[in-house]
């Protein structure tokens, strides 16, 4: 009897046949016809060739042809859409964006993960491509709002790399009312520029009520709103406190008093601090941390939806927490004057700030204090102590910030970058309504924990590295040397030398590009910018180091409650120290995806929590349309200036026809527009006072004008002739670079 072809085997088969040097391009039947199978393991061929364009390693051409996906120029890259039908495909393996003219998506939505062929490169490096396969579709459904067209309706989606407007039949539309964001299913027709069709899902309300932007974003990317019934109930299965078993069989660390520091608003407190002074000038530091593994066992209800997650999510009127408030707000949460389990790591440093020694242990703590950054800020700089700090703790808050200078001397001679950059906080009501903005500015207590928790991390993932035990590295590669070389040009258009070799780029050189912008006009743009063009951290089985901290070896261990990554290099800590081969051979089993699979949820949860903040931010100035405002130039394109308000750190753009009675051209090489007849220039860092023209919340757009053009007469321009120009030959700008900053 012949034995059957089991899945793998047939796409062993059908794998090996399409990246043979004698195959040309075939359909599926085709190859039937002519692969050497039985007639009966056809059906498993079919479905291997599913499989196979699944995961990427095989594409379909435009007529239905399989080939290799390493064949013809083949990208595979997540596909972003424009409103005008054009696209690009932005590279899974980092390389530059692909365009994809309209009418050659292949009837893919943005989201889409495909394979594109590259058909043109350009001198500059731009990339012109079609594409071939879809090899993963997003979900069919799209958030947007509803528009009342005759008792039917359209629905103009919200998210900018899938622009579809979904045409939704009167019976589809279950009760959405005009100006409501609603979910819709997508049932037919998918093209951009064609009439897509679909039913209303669910109505979430008017965009500007309290929190329904949050629940659009959150439904646009996919973030998981409640936890599952099986994990409430794995939660609520949990002990109502620690166990005092447990407790007595730990290691106590009371003295030196441990505390947390933590914003304002924070409800999770995963990590506490203490700093001893020993003698001759040296140091103690104590970084304990909550000890989640000891209640997650892996492959439990808590971390399947753990390991779902990858991670909270941030946003500015809740928190999608990736475990149930029993343990993120309660058993894990390192709460003042409450016994609670910690993994502590005990380091110790010389008077230089050199590391000394290091050890680990189950430990025990009750927290001394519940202290905020502006609290312990506020003490460190003016010796005033409040009432929230307790007198035994202000010595050693005084002490962990000699510490503190030591550290950051330490990392900054090695060469690591910091980029120092002020971040927005939104304001809300007691009902969640915004009721205004501040840019936060980092104090000496943010960068205190910063520099224990980066020493902590550190610390373990060396430990793990050194006895090759398994470990999720969090690793950061050098920029691209294309991004540095552009990077060193748009510094020079401020006059800064900034001298470096593109292809040994060091993380001292980014920071000495940093450090000569400070104090000028343009330090927040060149840092900004600086910033944007390094890679994205990522984490991996694998130890490549991190570019950015300067460290040979790094991982993060010290937020277990919000990473699940944490979470897995608690479990490899606890399983070395205490020779538990069993556990780290079960780790180690899948380490790789799981860094991707970490790595991806990361990104997705970090554009969710961008986009909210973006939404409030210029939902914040709506109905202020003809208010003055100071602002900086951060980008200059042909068709107008990109202006950040200094107050909100809003962006908008200034048209070039609002510059003035004057024919402005855009001079590349200074990054600047400039009129031909007045010779007045606009250019990148330049400060300008503008005016709210229109805020559009849908789209997220802001249009401005310069104060001194708000007012002024406009004298009329002559008639100009059209000048008409072949719908194929017209450019579409390049996608900007991506906004953010990067959680190391």
Excluded at 139 to 162: H, K, M, Q, Y
Excluded at 190 to 200: I, L, Y
Excluded at 243 to 254: I, N, V
Aim: glycine fraction near 8%.
């Amino acid at each position: 009897m012949t034995r059957r072809l089991d899945r793998e085997a047939a796409a062993a088969a059908l794998l090996a046949y399409v990246q043979s040097e004698s195959y040309r391009p075939l359909s599926l039947r085709e190859i039937l016809r002519r692969i050497d199978v039985a007639r009966e393991d056809r059906p498993e061929i079919r479905r291997a060739a599913k499989d196979l364009l699944q995961d990427g390693r095989i594409a379909k051409t435009r007529d239905n042809r399989l080939i290799p996906s390493t064949s013809g120029g083949l990208v595979r890259g997540r596909l972003q859409m424009h409103r005008d039908g054009y696209g690009f495909v932005v590279p899974e393996d980092g390389s530059p964006d692909l365009f994809i003219p309209p009418k050659r998506t292949a009837g893919g939505m943005g989201g889409d993960v495909v394979a594109a062929r590259i058909v043109r490169e350009g001198p500059k490096g731009e990339r012109e491509g079609e594409v071939v396969s879809i090899l993963d579709r997003r979900s069919r459904r799209v958030v947007g709002l509803f528009r009342e067209r005759d008792r039917a309706g359209i629905v103009v989606s919200f998210d900018p790399t899938n622009p579809l407007d979904v045409h939704i039949p009167g019976a589809f539309r279950m009760g959405a009312k005009d100006g409501e964001a609603v979910t819709v299913e997508v049932l037919r027709g998918t093209s951009p520029w064609g009439r897509a069709e679909g039913k209303v899902l669910e109505v979430l309300g008017r965009p500007d009520a309290p929190g329904v932007d949050t629940e659009i974003v959150a439904r646009r990317h996919g973030l998981s709103m409640a936890f599952a019934d099986e994990t409430l109930e794995a939660s609520q299965a949990l002990p109502d406190a620690v166990p005092r078993e447990e407790s007595e069989r730990r290691e106590r660390f009371d003295d030196p008093a441990p505390v947390t520091i933590d914003g304002e608003t924070a409800r999770d407190f995963d990590d506490a601090i203490a700093v001893q002074e020993l003698h001759g000038g040296a140091f103690r530091l104590f970084v304990h941390i909550a000890d989640v593994a000891w209640f997650v066992a892996p492959g439990d209800p808590l971390d399947r939806e753990a390991r779902a997650r990858g991670t909270s999510v941030y946003f500015p009127d809740r928190v999608l927490p990736m475990f149930p408030e029993a343990l993120s707000n309660d058993l894990c949460s390192l709460r003042p004057l409450e016994d609670r389990l910690v993994q502590s790591a005990v380091l110790d440093f010389d008077p230089q700030g050199e590391p000394a020694g290091v050890r680990f242990a189950d430990g025990v703590i009750r927290s001394a204090a519940r202290l905020t950054y502006g609290q312990v800020g506020e003490f460190l700089d003016s010796g005033r102590r409040s009432a929230a700090i307790p007198a035994k703790v202000a010595p050693m808050l005084l002490a962990a910030d000699r510490l503190r200078v030591l550290l950051e001397a330490r990392r900054r001679a090695r060469g690591s970058v910091d980029f120092d950059l002020p971040e927005p906080k939104i304001l809300l009501d007691v009902e969640g309504a915004m009721t205004g903005i501040r840019i936060e500015e980092r104090n000496r207590a943010h960068r205190m924990i910063e520099e224990f928790m980066l020493a902590a991390n550190e610390a373990v993932a060396g430990l793990l590295e050194r006895h090759e035990a398994p470990c999720l590295y969090r690793v950061h590669e050098a920029p691209d040397p294309l991004k540095v070389d552009t990077l060193r040009e748009f510094a020079s258009g401020f006059g800064i030398d900034w001298k470096v070799d593109p292809e040994r780029v060091r993380p001292r050189d980014l920071q000495r590009l940093v450090d000569a912008a400070a104090g000028r006009p343009e330090e927040r743009l060149v840092a900004s910018v600086a910033l944007r063009s390094m890679k994205q951290a990522r984490y991996t089985a694998a130890n490549t180091g991190h570019f950015g901290l300067a460290a040979p070896v790094y991982a993060h261990f010290t937020s277990p409650i919000r990473r699940y990554p944490d979470l897995v290099v608690h479990r490899a800590l606890r399983a070395l120290r205490h020779r538990r081969r069993a556990a780290l051979a079960q780790l180690a089993a899948d380490l790789e995806k799981l860094g991707e699979d970490c790595s991806r949820l990361e990104r997705a949860a970090e554009a969710a929590e961008r986009e909210v903040l973006e939404w409030k931010k210029i939902a914040f100035l709506a109905g202020r349309e003809g208010e003055a405002f100071d602002g900086v130039v951060t980008g200059v394109a042909r068709f107008g200036l990109f202006v950040q308000l200094t107050e909100s750190l809003v962006d908008g753009l200034v048209r070039a026809e609002s510059l003035g009675d004057d024919r402005f051209e855009y001079v590349e090489s200074r990054q600047e527009l400039r009129g031909s007849r007045s010779g007045a220039a606009f250019r990148l860092g330049d400060p300008l006072r503008v005016v709210v023209a229109k805020v559009d919340t849908v789209l997220r757009r802001v249009d401005l004008v310069p104060e001194s053009q708000a007012t002024a007469p406009r004298a009329p321009r002559p008639p100009r002739a059209r000048k008409v120009v072949p719908a194929r030959a017209a450019r579409p700008p390049g996608k900007g670079p991506r906004k953010g900053r990067r959680r190391r």
